[in-house]
């Protein structure tokens, strides 16, 4: 996706390089926040949309934080939701659970500790 023209404007209009050293894209510019960080995403995700038309979408880490996945999923694309029961012995529920009870400020049984 580095040579995709919408990719290349956004590196190219970053600052981030110079003529003789382009930047190239990595998991550093990528990972970039704030409105600089911003248009070269989403020039990647139209890039992604139009070089690889039969994907539903993108799956990625979070900048802030390696453990949470997040999702950038087509309009087009149809959605299964899947349920299951919170398990306070299931590490990714019971950090869910802790995130949100910190959010609302609650304190949380035992178990989910």
Known sequence: LDKHPLVRAALESS?????????????GIVRLGG?????ITQA????????LPNTAGLAYRSRLDDEEWCWAIWDYTDVQIRTERLDPAHRHHRRAVQHAAQLLEITTPPEWR
Do not use: C, H, M, Y
């Open 44 to 51: 990647l995700s139209r890039a992604a949309r139009e070089w």
């Open 15 to 27: 600052g981030l390089g110079t003529p003789l050293n382009p930047a190239r894209l990595d998991e």
């Open 35 to 39: 409105p600089l960080g911003r248009v």
